[in-house]
């Protein structure tokens, strides 16, 4: 009859009687033998449970002692394995050079303005609301920075997009352009003026002038060159 036609009681009995054949008195068993007998249940029962037979070549090496020699060996290496693998990767971040990572400032929480009640009437069951602000307030127009004075055309103004805005509209700003580029020719005019008056008056060497002078004049170019 086969292992097929068996319930699953009649394979686990016939699973502890060939244990009791060879695992069984007169010798008494010595503590590898009954881990070794111990771990041969243990696979005959887990496979009568699915209706399988064991290999006859595991069975030998249970009662032998190999599978058990085996196993311990296998973990022993993975072990070491595991050991020299942690030692290599000390080794390489003590090697590898350290770095810092930028300090970033906190950001600076600004207080939200009051939310306004959307609820005209309430009744006693509604949680209470935020209070309603006083009148002649506008929590949005609040919220935005103080009115402050234009640089260019002194209108007074209040930012919108930006708090640090400094001027109101882009004109404006257009105009603040080119001034600045103005006072830079300016500046640039002047220093080439008395960087020539330097020259003349032989206080000022042309090659150091010439290095310190993005664009230089005609001038100072045709000093530089005599």
Not at 94 to 103: G, S, Y
Not at 127 to 151: F, Y
């Amino acid at each position: 009859m086969g292992s097929q036609t068996l319930t699953s009681e009649e394979r686990r009995r016939r699973a502890e009687a060939e244990l009791e054949d060879y695992w069984g008195p007169p010798e008494p068993l010595s503590a590898s033998q009954t881990r070794w007998r111990d771990m041969e249940r243990e696979l005959r029962l887990s496979l009568a449970a699915s209706g399988e037979e064991p290999a006859e070549w595991l069975i030998a090496e249970m009662r032998s002692g190999a599978w058990e020699r085996r196993q311990r060996r296998n973990m022993r290496n993975f072990r070491l394995s595991v050991a020299r693998w942690n030692t290599w990767r000390r080794e390489q971040r003590r090697a590898a050079p350290t770095t810092t990572m930028p300090q970033t400032r906190a950001r600076e929480s600004r207080p939200r303005p009051a939310r306004r009640s959307t609820s005209t009437a309430s009744s006693r069951d509604d949680p209470p609301g935020e209070p309603d602000p006083p009148l002649g307030r506008d929590p949005v127009t609040d919220s935005r920075p103080a009115p402050r004075a234009c640089e260019v055309c002194g209108e007074t103004f209040r930012p919108r997009r930006r708090s640090n805005a400094r001027i109101c509209k882009n004109a404006c700003k257009q105009a603040a352009y080119r001034r600045r580029r103005a006072d830079r020719a300016q500046r640039r005019s002047q220093l080439v003026e008395e960087a020539c008056e330097l020259i003349r008056d032989g206080e000022l060497d042309p090659a150091l002038a010439l290095s310190f002078v993005v664009w230089p004049s005609r001038e100072l170019a045709e000093l530089c060159a005599a």
